[in-house]
Structure formats: structure tokens, C-alpha cells
């Protein structure tokens, strides 16, 4: 018949399939009902479903059931195929069918309600929910606990894929003592869609819940271990929150995260999962503050995003885009991502409508605009609460009171930041508690409260040490230097602090700060010269290069900001003639750098030359500026202040300049003993401006609740080390830890 197109088509496949031609089928279906009984037309398409479905023809089987009205077969032949079609994305073509049952019969089938629940989630949480709780009711009357635990966890999933409003998840998380304690007990499949669920309801509904970090823990395996990609790709992005913003158990993180980072690179994978991966990878970046990592994986998986249709995540990277960008180390345009974050942005869904309301006023925080952060910050804390949203609301809290604080609150900044941190214990959120306390700690830096500030650094720098927390949010370079500069002075987890500066590669606070503080490049001439670079003495792969240092040592003595090429040239090469003086200085400058390691560190413009005091420590300037703010401390009759600056600018003179014998040497070594250390004037009754003023000509008597005193004038009678140690064991409480060491 197909040789010879007897209204049969032959398609060739392994085994021959025949079929007729379309026009034939609908003769013979008519003239079917004209000569059969419906019950044995009805009983024909009962079988002959049979047949297409053992064939694969699940489509064509589904379309006789309903023709045949047999919605007890269909039923069940729904619930053999309706997973693997919602897994490849056909589940318009499972509701087509669920839709085609009537409704009284849906109804009394807590499957049929199950599954039509899971086509309508992705579009519609709100209608999917009723469809789950419809099923979860009856289920659980029929005691089908499989059914129970699927419609459960379905319904915690309409909340996430709403991501408007957790509080009315309170009753099913209620309803968590209806489940099986231990879902290990169940079929692992079931086991672990149950456990998964648990997790992220506890998360987003109930975080104080005493057993959350149990629950994290089986989910971490989950995600290591099981064959379902889709269910570990689904909960991963929660247990990073969990991990990073909450616990602070950064390891963990990155141990799960490696774990999916080599699915997400083999080849095949779904654009869903590769976008997943760069978005986890972003935000677990920002946490380690690798902010060029940070924006490279947030552009990836927008780049991703953009070529595959697939638009899940497009406003976590854009966020992370965001933190790297102004929140970061190096500013970079963030405008980009806050358009696209505006263009799909949906009032509806308040739990990211108040993130971005956060990010704005964090940009707005650091552009100084009060007002308008204050305003933003406002709104996310509204829309946090109006949505009950814990964790990034308790950061948003704390945020807003450091708006309320700069805009002139401070009295209900504080408070605030009281609540806020009684939330993060609550919850056992190592997070919240270290923003909580470095916010306190800004808060008394800006207020000249140094005891405040160093109290709330304790607690701040310890949390963060203990859970390796590297960055914070809302992160600002100027007061964290300054904040870290409090800190190391007062040896406050110092270690720590010092990797926290060189990681970020942060510059010294305005005006400086102590010799403690990690700079790039370290020089002491005082007494000695030599240099370190990132901590360590500087080493030289041949022979020492004089002139490099020679230009440096010049550049010292005459202050080292803004002198004159033409000087420099004339000291160091006195018999040169113009061109040759200026080539052999642009060499030498040239030679200097690459011995510093660090290009910043000089500065040449407009024929002057520069030690940026940025990147450059010199004990020389040091010393100098502790006896100006002594002096100025004396005007202002702070006598003990004075005498502890004094103190501490005897700490570092060790002997004299060691620049070499040229007249700007000899007179920096002239000033320095002027400012620091009495020549004629000692004894004589008449002050020359020393380290500690001798009104009445004897200087043991010239200040006596001064403990210093004793040290100072081992200092004015012998600069070199010994005298100075002899002096440090009289008073050894005059110094620093690390200026006591010096003499042991």
C-alpha cells in the first residue's frame, strides 16, 4: 500500500512504521463512531494508548485517553511522565492535559493537583501554592506521606520563586512536626527534596531555629554528593548566603563551590547552571574581596544570560556587578548594572525590590548624599519588614543606622544598632554581629571616642579573624584605614589587621600612621639605613646599587616632598652639565623604582620629585611630625598628651641621620637635634625646643608625672642604642609592644 500511496506513509526507522495519511485517519475516526458503541470505540483508544505509550508515543496515548474520557488512565499515566516532561520544559503540554480533566475530578486527585501546581509555579507562586495545599491535605489524609513530603516542599518553593513575602511561611514551617524527623529515612530522592526544603525554610523563615546549622550541614552533602544537578543547583545559592553572610564559615563554602565548579565547566551543561556557577562565583568573590574576580563572574553570567534567553539570576549579578564596583577597592562604573536592575525590576517582588533600594542608598552613603541614602536606606528597611526577611534585612538595619548616624541621628543610630546586633545573636549570625561592632567602632571614631572605638574593634577584629571575614558591606577605604590604623596601634588582633591592609591594599589615613602599619615600602635612616619592602629587608640580586640610594637618601634629607630635580641633580651630580645631569637623574629615578618594587611610591611631575607618604614610611618624617603634634599639644596645654608623643618619637630615634656627609644630611641631622635633642641649651635654662622642655635648666625636674623623662634624657646624652635601651628598661610602660621589643 505505501509502494503504491494507498493513503499509507512508511517512515524508516529500525523496525518499519507505518501510518496513514491524515485525511484517511479522519475518515476512518468518523466512520468509527458511526458503526461502534462508544463503549467499544472507548475501549479501541484504551488500547491503542496502551500500544503508543509502551511505543513512547506518550503525546498521542494522552490525546486517546482524553478522547476516550478515561481520566482514571490518564491519571495514571501523568503521574508515570509528568517529571521527566517538566524536566525538559514541556510543562505547558502536562497542564494542557491536567486542564482537559474536569475540574471534580482533579479535585479528588491530590496528584493531579500536585502536578498542576508544578506547571503553574514558574508563572504563577500564588495560584502554584493553593494547587500544593490542596494536595497536602490530601495527602496527608490519605496518608500517602511521599505525596506529603513533594507538597510540602513544593509549597516552600512558591515562596522562594515569589520573593515578595516570607511571613506567611510561618504556617507550613509550623506544620514542619507533620514531616518525618529524619528524612534519611525516606527513599534518597525523597529524602533529599525533603531535606533541601527544610533548609531553605528555616533560612528565609525561621533563622534562629536551634537545629539551622544541622540542617545546612546535610544540605553541604547534598550538594557534594547527590546525582540531582537541578535540586543541588537549586539550594546551592541558599547555603552560600548561609555560609558567607551568616555563619561565616568561608571554607565550607569554597568546598561545596569547588565541587560545582567542575559541573559547571563540562561541556553540555544547561546555560541555567553555567549562570548559577557564575553567580555564586561572584558573590563568594565579593566575601574574599576579590573584587576584580567578583566582576569578571558577574559579567560572565550576564554575558551568559544575554546569549541564552535565560534571565533567573540577572539580578544577583547585577547586585554583585554592583558591590564590586563601588563597594570595592578600585571604583568602576556601576550605572550599567543599575539600569538593568531598574528594567526588570518588579514592585511586586519586595525582597528585591528592597536590595536594590539597599544598593542605591549605599551608593548614595558613599557619594556623601545623606539625604538621598536616607530616603533609599528607608524604603529597604520597610520593604525588608513588610516582606519578613531576616538576614540581609538585619544588614539593611545596620546599614541605615550608619545613614541615620551621618545624616545627624546619632542617638537612634545607635539604638538601632543595639537591635540589630540582638537579632544577629539571636540568630547565632557571626555576620551580623562583627558589621554590628565595626559599625560601633566607626561610629566612636567619629565621635573622638578612642575608648569606644577600640572596644567595638575587639569584638569587630576578633569575629573577623575567627571566621575570615575580609570585607564588609558598604565598604569605605578611607574609614576602614582609619579604623585599621586604631587597631594596630593599639594592637588589636595586629596580624590580622596587617593581612587585611596588604589584601585590599589599602593606603595609610590622611596625616599618617604609625611605623606598625603595613606599608609597601619601609625606610629607617635614623641611626641606620635600610629598607623593606612588604615586611621584608630589601635584597639586591648583584652588587648594591649606590646612586638609586644616594637619590633617595637626598631626597629624605631635604623632606621628601617636592623637591626640585634641578637640587637633586646638582648634589649627586655636581659636575654634570644640564642634559647629562637630567638623563643621569631620570635613570637613577628610573633604576630607584624598580629597587622599591612599588612605581607609586615616587612621583615626578613638574620637575619636582615626590616620596608619596601613601606608600612610603620614613622614620625621619615620623619622628618629625610626633614633636610637631607634641608642640601643638603643648600650645593647647595637653601636657600628658604631649609627653606621650614625645615618648613615642623617642622610640623611634636611633642615632642620627646616616645619609651621606652632603650639606643636606648634615643639615637634617642639625634640625633634628634642634627639634628632638638639647645641645647647649640643656642645663643652661634655656629650652632649644627639645624632646621634653627644661623651663627650670634641670631636665629630670622639667615635667615630673612625665614617666618618659628618665628615657628622654638617656636619648639626649647618647642617641645611639644602647643609651636608648638602657632608658626603655628604666620606664619599660613609656612604649609600645613592639618599640619594648626592640630592646630584648
Known amino acids: 500500500m505505501s509502494r503504491k500511496s494507498y493513503f499509507t506513509v512508511k517512515h524508516p526507522q529500525a523496525e518499519p512504521v507505518y501510518q496513514y495519511h491524515p485525511l484517511f485517519q479522519e475518515f476512518l475516526r468518523a466512520r468509527a463512531k458511526e458503526l461502534l458503541a462508544p463503549e467499544r470505540l472507548a475501549a479501541l483508544r484504551r488500547d491503542a494508548a496502551a500500544l503508543l505509550e509502551a511505543d513512547g508515543q506518550v503525546e498521542a496515548a494522552a490525546d486517546l485517553l482524553q478522547a476516550a474520557r478515561d481520566w482514571a488512565t490518564l491519571a495514571r499515566l501523568i503521574g508515570r511522565h509528568a517529571q521527566l516532561f517538566v524536566s525538559q520544559g514541556r510543562m505547558q503540554t502536562i497542564e494542557g492535559w491536567l486542564r482537559g480533566v474536569p475540574e471534580d475530578i482533579r479535585a479528588s486527585d491530590p496528584w493531579l493537583e500536585y502536578w498542576l501546581g508544578v506547571c503553574r509555579l514558574p508563572f504563577a507562586p500564588t495560584e502554584a501554592r493553593e494547587h500544593f495545599a490542596r494536595a497536602y491535605e490530601r495527602f496527608k489524609s490519605g496518608g500517602e506521606l511521599p505525596g506529603v513530603c513533594l507538597a510540602w516542599g513544593a509549597v516552600i518553593d512558591t515562596f522562594v520563586y515569589e520573593w515578595q513575602d516570607f511571613k506567611p511561611m510561618e504556617p507550613w514551617i509550623a506544620r514542619l512536626e507533620e514531616l518525618p524527623p529524619d528524612p534519611s529515612a525516606l527513599p534518597p530522592p525523597l529524602a533529599e527534596h525533603l531535606t533541601c526544603a527544610i533548609f531553605i525554610a528555616l533560612v528565609h523563615g525561621r533563622p534562629a531555629h536551634p537545629d539551622l546549622a544541622s540542617w545546612a550541614e546535610r544540605v553541604a552533602r547534598i550538594v557534594r554528593e547527590s546525582n540531582n544537578l537541578g535540586l543541588r543547583i537549586k539550594v546551592a545559592p541558599h547555603l552560600l548566603q548561609y555560609y558567607t553572610w551568616w555563619s561565616?564559615?568561608?571554607?565550607?563554602?569554597?568546598?561545596?563551590?569547588?565541587?560545582?565548579?567542575?559541573?559547571a565547566a563540562a561541556p553540555g551543561v544547561p546555560p541555567l547552571v553555567q549562570i548559577t556557577w557564575q553567580a555564586m562565583s561572584s558573590a563568594y568573590h565579593w566575601v574574599n574581596a576579590e573584587n576584580d574576580a567578583c566582576l569578571e563572574a558577574a559579567n560572565r553570567g550576564l554575558e551568559t544570560a544575554d546569549a541564552s534567553g535565560v534571565h533567573v539570576w540577572d539580578f544577583l549579578l547585577c547586585s554583585q556587578g554592583i558591590f564590586a564596583a563601588i563597594f570595592g577597592d578600585k571604583p568602576a562604573p556601576a550605572e550599567p548594572y543599575f539600569a538593568r536592575m531598574?528594567?526588570?525590576?518588579?514592585?511586586?517582588?519586595?525582597?528585591?525590590?528592597?536590595?536594590?533600594?539597599?544598593?542605591?542608598?549605599?551608593?548614595?552613603?558613599?557619594?556623601?548624599?545623606?539625604?538621598?541614602?536616607?530616603?533609599?536606606?528607608?524604603?529597604?528597611?520597610?520593604?525588608?519588614?513588610?516582606?519578613?526577611v531576616v538576614l540581609t534585612g538585619a544588614y539593611g538595619r545596620a546599614d541605615h543606622a550608619r545613614v541615620m548616624f551621618y545624616s545627624g541621628d546619632r542617638d537612634r543610630a545607635v539604638r538601632t544598632m543595639h537591635e540589630t546586633r540582638s537579632i544577629g545573636k539571636s540568630m547565632r549570625c557571626a555576620g551580623i554581629e562583627y558589621v554590628t561592632y565595626l559599625t560601633e567602632a566607626e561610629f566612636a571614631l567619629l565621635k573622638n571616642d578612642t575608648?569606644?572605638?577600640?572596644?567595638?574593634?575587639?569584638?569587630?577584629?576578633?569575629?573577623?579573624?575567627?571566621?575570615?571575614?575580609?570585607?564588609?558591606?558598604?565598604?569605605?577605604?578611607?574609614?576602614?584605614?582609619?579604623?585599621?590604623?586604631?587597631?594596630?596601634?593599639?594592637e588589636i588582633e595586629a596580624d590580622y589587621v596587617r593581612s587585611l591592609i596588604r589584601r585590599r591594599r589599602l593606603l595609610p589615613p590622611e596625616g599618617g600612621a604609625t611605623e606598625s602599619w603595613p606599608y609597601p615600602v619601609k625606610i629607617h635612616a635614623l641611626g641606620r639605613f635600610d629598607i623593606l619592602k612588604d615586611g621584608a629587608p630589601l635584597k639586591f640580586a648583584g652588587k648594591v646599587q649606590r646612586k638609586p640610594l644616594d637619590l633617595l637618601q637626598v631626597l629624605i634629607a631635604l623632606g621628601g616632598c617636592d623637591v626640585p630635580e634641578a637640587h637633586l641633580s646638582d648634589i649627586l651630580w655636581p659636575d654634570a652639565a644640564g642634559d647629562d645631569a637630567h638623563r643621569a637623574f631620570l635613570t637613577t629615578l628610573q633604576r630607584l623604582r624598580r629597587l622599591l618594587g612599588y612605581k607609586d611610591a615616587l612621583v615626578s611631575a613638574d620637575g619636582r620629585l615626590t616620596l608619596d607618604p601613601r606608600y612610603a614610611w620614613v622614620d625621619v618624617s615620623a619622628f618629625e611630625r610626633l614633636l610637631n603634634q607634641a608642640e601643638t599639644a603643648e600650645h593647647g596645654r595637653q601636657g600628658e598628651a604631649a609627653c606621650d608623643l614625645r615618648i613615642k618619637a623617642l622610640g623611634l630615634y636611633r642615632g642620627h641621620f646616616s645619609g651621606q656627609e652632603t650639606a643636606p644630611a648634615v643639615s637634617l641631622r642639625e634640625r633634628l637635634r634642634d627639634k628632638g635633642v638639647p645641645s647647649e641649651g640643656v642645663g643652661t635654662g634655656r629650652p632649644r625646643g627639645g624632646v621634653l622642655p627644661a623651663p627650670h635648666g634641670r631636665l629630670s625636674e622639667a615635667r615630673p608625672p612625665c614617666r618618659g623623662a628618665g628615657c628622654i634624657r638617656a636619648l639626649f646624652q647618647d642617641p645611639c642604642r644602647s643609651a636608648r635601651d638602657q632608658a626603655v628598661r628604666r620606664h619599660p610602660g613609656a612604649l609600645s609592644r613592639s618599640d619594648r621589643a626592640l630592646v630584648h
Request: contains cysteine.
Open 248 to 263: 561565616g564559615e568561608l571554607p565550607k563554602a569554597e568546598l561545596f563551590l569547588n565541587t560545582l565548579r567542575a559541573i
Open 342 to 388: 531598574r528594567a526588570s525590576l518588579n514592585p511586586a517582588r519586595r525582597v528585591d525590590a528592597a536590595w536594590y533600594y539597599y544598593l542605591l542608598a549605599g551608593k548614595c552613603f558613599l557619594e556623601g548624599d545623606f539625604a538621598r541614602a536616607l530616603d533609599h536606606s528607608e524604603q529597604c528597611v520597610r520593604l525588608n519588614e513588610e516582606a519578613g
Open 451 to 490: 575608648a569606644g572605638c577600640i572596644e567595638g574593634l575587639r569584638h569587630a577584629l576578633a569575629i573577623a579573624r575567627r571566621h575570615g571575614f575580609q570585607t564588609r558591606t558598604w565598604w569605605h577605604s578611607g574609614i576602614m584605614s582609619r579604623l585599621y590604623a586604631v587597631a594596630l596601634e593599639h
